[in-house]
């Protein structure tokens, strides 16, 4: 049973269900309804009179404690709803094929498992692509990534200007998930078997409400791995300040090293330090 429909009942409001809302007598206590002309989203609370107008929050109006994390968590389910009946996402170029190399040092099965494929058309030729997926499923844009050295950009999103999420999908280790920068990073570490990385493709892609999107999927912690640098620093500093109260912890690298470039030994001393 839903919070609204708890509180009406609580209150002794008659209601009628009509498909995700709630349909009762309306709330304005200068309006004589005779008939339930007032809608109450029986998740979020909020309601309208189609009526008189007279608009607000159910629990606002009756000044009672929620659970904002229920609310919360519906909020998003209806947003990856509207992106599911959007569209399908983004389909690979039909000449692509498997990425079966070991740029980097990394593994062909890691890169497997994460879909990269070099197909001969542009954008995309003369990199290692990845599709990124959104909590959905749904590919909503790819990375490609110069591994030539011949290229006028290192990086190549497409399409331009997409909204990225944060990527992949993972597990917690102990409630906790490792925050890096760049794909690369989080591949080398998934390589080495930290599996709870995920990257932000950059301190300017990340946000309150992707730290909700943690939250909600039932992340406790934040391990903060950005690299060694100066501006690595001041970029796990501004993550830091996004996530206000919820735990954090900036992991340190050396000035000259990023989670892409650390070695098997090195990521197993960092697994013990953080989990043990």
């Known amino acids: 049973m839903s919070q609204v429909i708890e509180l009406l009942e609580d209150r002794g409001i008659f209601y009628k269900l009509s498909g995700r809302d709630v349909l009762v007598a309306?709330?304005?206590?200068?309006?004589?309804?005779?008939?339930?002309?007032?809608?109450?989203?029986?998740?979020?609370?909020?309601?309208?009179?189609?009526?008189?107008?007279?608009?607000?929050?159910?629990?606002?109006?009756?000044?009672v404690d929620y659970s904002t994390t229920a609310v919360k968590r519906e909020q998003i389910n209806r947003i990856i709803a509207n992106l599911r009946s959007a569209g399908v996402g983004l389909q690979l170029p039909e000449q692509a094929m498997p990425y079966i190399g070991n740029y980097r040092g990394i593994k062909p099965e890691t890169y497997k498992k994460f879909g990269a494929f070099r197909p001969h058309v542009s954008p995309f030729?003369?990199?290692?692509?990845?599709?990124?997926?959104?909590?959905?499923?749904?590919?909503?844009?790819?990375?490609?990534?110069?591994d030539t050295d011949t290229l006028p950009n290192k990086y190549m999103f497409h399409p331009s200007g997409a909204k990225l999420p944060l990527f992949p999908n993972v597990r917690p280790l102990q409630g906790r998930v490792i925050l890096v920068e760049g794909i690369f990073d989080m591949l080398n570490l998934h390589d080495n078997g930290l599996e709870n990385a995920i990257c932000c493709f950059g301190v300017k892609n990340f946000s309150e409400t992707k730290l909700n999107f943690l939250k909600i999927s039932g992340v406790q912690g934040l391990d903060i791995m950005f690299d060694g640098d100066h501006a690595g620093k001041e970029g796990a500093e501004q993550v830091r300040?996004?996530?206000?109260?919820?735990?954090t912890k900036i992991v340190k690298l050396p000035n000259d090293r990023d989670p892409g470039s650390l070695d098997s030994k090195y990521i197993e001393t960092l697994r013990k330090n953080l989990y043990g």
Do not use: W
């Open 26 to 63: 309306c709330l304005n206590p200068e309006h004589e309804d005779r008939s339930p002309s007032m809608r109450i989203d029986k998740v979020l609370g909020v309601f309208h009179c189609f009526s008189c107008g007279y608009k607000g929050n159910l629990f606002a109006h009756y000044d």
């Open 125 to 146: 030729s003369g990199r290692i692509n990845f599709p990124i997926t959104d909590t959905s499923g749904r590919v909503v844009a790819f990375q490609g990534r110069d």
């Open 241 to 247: 300040k996004i996530a206000g109260n919820f735990p």
